[in-house]
């Protein structure tokens, strides 16, 4: 089965994107429709006297399609199985301190007394819808998105709120600026937007994730 893994330390991931994943509220991520690499051709120059090098970012298809069953992971690449970490940090539990505590969870009361430890694997949820988006920003620093279907077709301002709500943003401004942080849209960039429901679950309004709980767990998961 197919893994999602997310992965955020800035201020808005952990505010607001962490705790919806806990808490089930997201249902929505939106990846880069890019590859990351950029590859070089030759191309003729117009005067078709010499070549050029030049660069251009290739498309990706879609990593799901509808219908598709996968599991949502913390830091799915980057930490061993059977993992567990601190909710208000993001980060692995065994650091900085001997008890093999991260301070928010060694020392809640002097740091966050609502912090929690969490396992790796987050749950398991079915893909609803798959769809396509360009995020720009003008010169003027205004945001602005389109849905990429047979034709072009801006957001209406209750779009943009709610692919923001999906997602676990607060409001669609800090969505865009925290995308514009990471990707900078003075490049107009293209998205995939995947939505779930939770595995097994045969309500489509009702927009969760199911939880898995790992074979070796001695403690509830929130
Ligand atoms: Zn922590």
């Given at each position: 089965m197919k893994v999602l893994s997310f992965a955020g330390y800035d201020e808005i991931y952990l505010k607001y994107i962490l705790p919806a994943l806990l808490n089930k509220t997201k249902t929505q991520t939106i990846r880069p429709a890019w590859n990351d690499a950029v590859k070089h051709k030759w191309s003729l120059t117009r005067d078709n006297c010499a070549y050029e090098k030049i660069k251009y970012v290739s498309g990706k298809p879609p990593r799901f399609q509808v219908g598709e069953t996968f599991i949502l992971e913390w830091k799915s690449r980057s930490s061993p199985r059977g993992s567990?970490?601190?909710?208000?940090?993001?980060?692995?539990?065994?650091?900085?301190?001997?008890?093999?505590?991260?301070?928010?969870?060694?020392?809640?009361?002097?740091?966050?007394?609502?912090?929690?430890?969490?396992?790796?694997?987050?749950?398991?949820?079915?893909?609803?819808?798959?769809?396509?988006?360009?995020?720009?920003?003008?010169?003027?620093?205004?945001?602005?998105?389109?849905?990429?279907?047979?034709?072009?077709?801006?957001?209406?301002?209750?779009?943009?709120?709610?692919?923001?709500?999906?997602?676990?943003?607060?409001?669609?401004?800090?969505?865009?600026?925290?995308?514009?942080?990471?990707?900078?849209?003075?490049?107009?960039?293209?998205?995939?937007?995947?939505?779930?429901?939770?595995?097994?679950?045969?309500?489509?309004?009702?927009?969760?994730?199911?939880?898995?709980?790992p074979k070796s767990m001695t403690e509830t998961f929130i």
């Open positions: 567990w970490f601190c909710s208000n940090c993001g980060m692995l539990e065994k650091i900085r301190n001997p008890s093999g505590k991260c301070d928010h969870l060694y020392f809640p009361e002097n740091t966050n007394p609502t912090a929690f430890k969490f396992p790796k694997i987050l749950g398991m949820a079915t893909i609803t819808e798959v769809l396509k988006m360009e995020m720009r920003k003008t010169p003027h620093g205004k945001f602005f998105g389109l849905w990429l279907r047979d034709g072009d077709i801006y957001l209406t301002t209750e779009e943009y709120e709610e692919l923001a709500k999906k997602d676990g943003f607060p409001d669609a401004e800090t969505m865009f600026k925290w995308f514009d942080n990471k990707y900078d849209l003075s490049v107009p960039r293209m998205f995939w937007v995947y939505r779930w429901k939770g595995a097994g679950d045969e309500s489509p309004s009702h927009g969760n994730f199911t939880t898995i709980i």
